[in-house]
T-cell receptor
Framework: AQSVAQPEDQVNVAEGNPLTVKCTYS??????LFWYVQYPNRGLQFLLK??????LVKGSYGFEAEFNKSQTSFHLKKPSALVSDSALYFC??????????????FGQGTTLQVKP | NAGVTQTPKFQVLKTGQSMTLQCAQD?????MSWYRQDPGMGLRLIHY???????DQGEVPNGYNVSRSTTEDFPLRLLSAAPSQTSVYFC???????????FGSGTRLTVV
């Protein structure tokens, strides 16, 4: 079954420290991977995507993500966290080239808390 | 302004009532989807469409109907509302799903 997992419900980091939000996936075919962020009482905002090419993808607000095919992971990273990065983060996968083309499946979300 | 527009933003229904959540996009996107967001469960796909006249079920389709008569609109119908359908509903659209999905601001639905 196709799925996306975010193993941590919450990640706590101090401002200025590096952060990592983990994501693993299980799909058939080539995965299109996405990260989204949701601020309180708001919709989801697109951060970055991996389709093909370089395994390190750079996105909005200084975030980047590393695609690792052998570990089926797509972890979100940022070298120096800001208090304003505190939000709910979602990993998502869309499968290309299967009967399920067009479906975007989300993980359960990880709350990032950055403390001053 | 270009984007995904959802109406209404808030709605309270009584059990058994029906209603339609509206979703419209003006970006000529082929792909449109409906999700529900519940605490601790992330976003779950209800129905999706890859173009006008084409729809398919997602993970939690029961109790919901959709149709896609135009590229722009993708309404979600609750035929007989139940308290279990209390949730925040998001509509999203994408051009072939390759450049990221654009989300609406959501509809907060309460069924009493």
């Amino acid at each position: 079954a196709q799925s996306v997992a975010q193993p941590e419900d919450q990640v706590n980091v101090a401002e200025g420290n590096p952060l990592t939000v983990k994501c693993t996936y299980s799909v058939s075919g080539n995965p299109y991977l996405f990260w989204y962020v949701q601020y309180p009482n708001r919709g989801l905002q697109f951060l970055l995507k991996y389709i093909t090419g370089d395994n390190l993808v750079k996105g909005s607000y200084g975030f980047e993500a590393e695609f690792n095919k052998s570990q089926t992971s797509f972890h979100l990273k940022k070298p120096s966290a800001l208090v304003s990065d505190s939000a709910l983060y979602f990993c998502a996968v869309r499968v290309e080239g299967s009967s399920n083309t067009g479906k975007l499946i989300f993980g359960q979300g990880t709350t990032l808390q950055v403390k001053p | 302004n270009a984007g995904v527009t959802q109406t209404p933003k808030f709605q309270v229904l009584k059990t058994g009532q029906s209603m339609t959540l509206q979703c419209a996009q003006d970006m000529n996107h082929e792909y449109m989807s409906w999700y529900r967001q519940d605490p601790g469960m992330g976003l779950r796909l209800i129905h999706y469409s890859v173009g006008a006249g084409i729809t398919d079920q997602g993970e939690v389709p029961n109790g919901y109907n959709v149709s896609r008569s135009t590229t722009e609109d993708f309404p979600l119908r609750l035929l007989s509302a139940a308290p279990s359908q209390t949730s925040v509903y998001f509509c999203a659209s994408s051009y072939q799903g390759k450049i990221g999905y654009t989300f609406g601001s959501g509809t907060r639905l309460t069924v009493v």
